[in-house]
């Protein structure tokens, strides 16, 4: 092992302390070959001083995971040249493996730090100054890091409004843990069925019927809710006998969201069934009122006594309205009912509920739970990385990968020939025409036929190895005769023969890589070289 001093260049944290490995990189290793007195969430780039010369050690010790790679001299070699320290350079080793560059990671979860922000209620501290910042903005709050976050949000948010985005649970001091406990006494939920649907629907039946033969008066409301995709266009609607088998029902519905779920929408037709419950009061004259969904969840997170992890203030209301109700002697009873089983009033919601939902693509407004918009900013973080690449990459092959900035790389076989095959995909490989490339004193030819020794000539036209690439390619025609994919598709360039297609099936993808794996593996060209 040969230990290389690092430098700490101005502004930084104090020095790391790198051992640098004589042997090929291999993977990272937790806490073995990196030591640091500083702060382990910082990245920054280091220099190194070996026998009196500075070499640059290329790519970014990122400390936050604690995970840092042996070099070896060949990667340091590269880097010197101005290379990325690894073979295939940062932005090859990013597309293949799903880690984004590092300035990217940061603006994505700064964005998603100040929208935690403004989840929250009006009277904490943070939120407050956010607001202040927003109307009254003066010289000392410009450039503050508060500002800073609120810069890095507005470059990713693009049509999603903070304003819109759910709140986070809202916790009262002044009452004691669980006071919604209470409700579940009178309020009685019933979601669970052990014979099915036809048996859920049975029941529902036995129970209007027994209502209709009860002199009691009950008020019965159906409630439903329709999203036009999922997200799209949201409604909702209820359906409400006054007085059960004695009036006729009428409807109610209300557009959401432009773009919205079923689950929302669900929440919604309870939230509209209340607020008529409490408008009707002087005209309702029962004193029992029993209210079927169709969705377990929604009946369930309104009935319960724990935080929500959406739409949490909207269920907060509901909850609120549902004990005033109480105080004021009126029992209501809110059950599951199955929907699209024939069922009169859930049927006529269900399509009050649609109605709601394309009479909503006319709005202009758009509800988003706080996890929809965390993943909002990660895609657009992903779509600005995308663009990038797109910018940055020569290789052919590597611009048909980079549409896909999510996608992980493969992890069958020996480590190795994983690396060969991300090196082959990215053309910063160690075959001679790429190394004659960087050192003109390299010849670039083919030490087996004379020929220029590149990606397509290893893989496609060298004889020395027409055995294994014919076990190979027949290996990817057979996959394709067995899956029958079509003609026009069956390309056998080395994106396909890498695994990386997004348009076949995983299980072929893996064959290929597994296939163009024997292929390194059995000629022993880069062996040596890895």
């Known amino acids: 092992m040969t230990p290389f001093r690092l430098r700490r260049r101005a502004g930084t944290k104090p020095a790391f302390r790198v051992t640098v490995s004589t042997r090929p990189c291999r993977r990272a290793v937790p806490g073995k070959t990196l030591e640091t007195a500083g702060d382990r969430s910082q990245c920054s780039r280091y220099s190194s001083e070996s026998s009196g010369n500075n070499r640059f050690l290329g790519g970014i010790l990122c400390m936050e995971s604690g995970l840092v790679g042996s070099l070896s001299p060949d990667c340091l070699a590269d880097s010197a040249r101005g290379g990325s320290g690894m073979p295939g350079g940062e932005h090859v080793h990013g597309a293949a493996w799903g880690i984004p560059p590092i300035d990217i990671h940061l603006?994505?979860?700064?964005?998603?730090?100040?929208l935690r922000m403004t989840s929250k209620h009006t009277g904490n501290p943070i939120y407050d100054t956010i607001s202040h910042m927003k109307t009254q903005k003066t010289t000392t709050q410009t450039g503050s890091p508060l500002h800073l976050l609120q810069t890095r949000l507005n470059e990713l948010k693009e049509e999603m409004d903070e304003t819109t985005v759910d709140k986070e649970p809202y916790y009262d001091a002044r009452l004691p843990p669980f006071t919604m406990g209470s409700i579940t006494g009178t309020f009685a939920t019933t979601t669970n069925t052990t014979g099915g649907k036809d048996k859920a629907r049975e029941d529902i039946l036995d129970t209007l019927q027994h209502i209709s033969n009860s002199k009691e008066p009950t008020t019965v409301i159906f409630t439903d809710g329709s999203a036009l995709g999922n997200p799209g266009p949201t409604g909702c609607a209820a359906v409400i006998y006054e007085r059960w088998g004695v009036t006729e029902p009428f409807a109610v519905r209300k557009s959401v969201a432009a773009k919205s779920n079923n689950y929302e929408g669900e929440l919604e037709g309870l939230h509209l069934a209340i607020n008529t419950i409490t408008r009707r009061q002087t005209t309702i004259t029962t004193s029992k009122v029993l209210v079927l969904c169709d969705c377990k969840a929604a009946v369930?997170?309104?009935?319960?006594?724990?935080?929500?992890?959406?739409?949490n203030s909207l269920?907060?209301?509901i909850r609120n309205k549902l004990r005033a109700l109480k105080l004021q002697d009126l029992t209501i009873q809110i059950i599951w009912c199955p929907g699209h089983m024939g069922i009169p009033g859930n049927e006529i919601a269900d399509k009050e509920a649609k109605l709601a939902a394309d009479e909503a693509t006319n709005i202009q407004y758009t509800s988003w739970t706080k996890h929809q918009a965390m993943k909002h900013i990660e895609a657009q973080a992903h779509e600005r990385w995308n663009r990038r690449m797109k910018l940055n990459m020569r290789s052919e092959h590597m611009q048909k990968i980079a549409t896909n900035m999510k996608k992980k790389g493969r992890t069958h076989g020996r480590r190795n020939t994983q690396v060969n095959i991300n090196q082959l995909v990215s053309g910063h490989t160690r075959l001679n025409a790429y190394q004659n490339w960087k050192?003109?004193?390299v010849s670039p030819n083919c030490p087996n036929c004379g020929a220029l020794e590149t990606t397509r000539h290893y893989l496609y036209h060298c004889p020395r190895y027409e055995k294994e690439r014919q076990h190979m390619l027949l290996e990817a025609e057979n996959l394709y005769e067995t899956y029958n994919i079509a003609e026009e598709c069956r390309d056998t360039d080395i994106v396909t023969?890498?695994?990386?297609?997004?348009?076949?099936?995983?299980?072929?993808?893996?064959?290929?890589?597994?296939?163009l794996s024997r292929y390194i593996e059995s000629t022993h060209r880069l062996d040596v070289l890895s």
């Open 497 to 515: 023969l890498a695994g990386m297609r997004e348009d076949l099936p995983e299980t072929i993808n893996k064959q290929m890589y597994l296939a």
């Open 439 to 441: 050192n003109p004193e």
């Open 300 to 311: 369930e997170s309104v009935m319960g006594v724990q935080q929500v992890d959406a739409y």
């Open 315 to 317: 269920v907060h209301t």
């Open 107 to 114: 603006s994505c979860r700064q964005a998603q730090a100040y």
